[in-house]
């Protein structure tokens, strides 16, 4: 079965950097995209960032452009989200997730931007 496991959230100071990571198991990963998603209390959740399938081409939110970099290791069937220069409105629940025949999740994890 199709499973999603986030890791490396946490607490940041605004201005850090902090690197997330989703391990994949259950399909064949390399033909996938792959997709990072966050909720903040009270708003929707929002697309963040997705990776193709294959060699990966990232694309990002303009809320994150340019500050967060999404990556694939498709030997270690892993995606990455690494998030530099992180603001407060950055606090959210970040969710992995994937369309293998139908929408799979992750547990989510916490990441807190806060002085």
């Known amino acids: 079965q199709v499973q999603l496991v986030e890791s490396g959230g946490g607490w940041v100071q605004p201005g850090g950097s902090m690197r997330l990571s989703c391990a994949a198991s259950?399909?064949?990963?390399?033909?996938?995209?792959m997709n990072w998603f966050r909720q903040a209390p009270g708003k929707e959740r929002e697309l963040v960032a997705f990776?193709?399938?294959?060699?990966?081409?990232?694309h990002y939110a303009g809320s994150v452009e340019g500050r967060f970099t999404i990556s694939r290791d498709n030997t270690k069937n892993m995606v990455y989200l690494q998030m530099n220069d992180l603001k407060p409105e950055d606090t959210a629940n970040y969710s992995c997730?994937?369309?293998?025949?139908?929408?799979?999740w992750g547990q989510g994890t916490q990441v807190t931007v806060s002085s």
């Open positions: 997730n994937a369309y293998v025949r139908r929408d799979y």
């Open positions: 259950g399909f064949t990963f390399t033909r996938y995209p």
């Open positions: 990776i193709t399938q294959g060699a990966g081409s990232p």
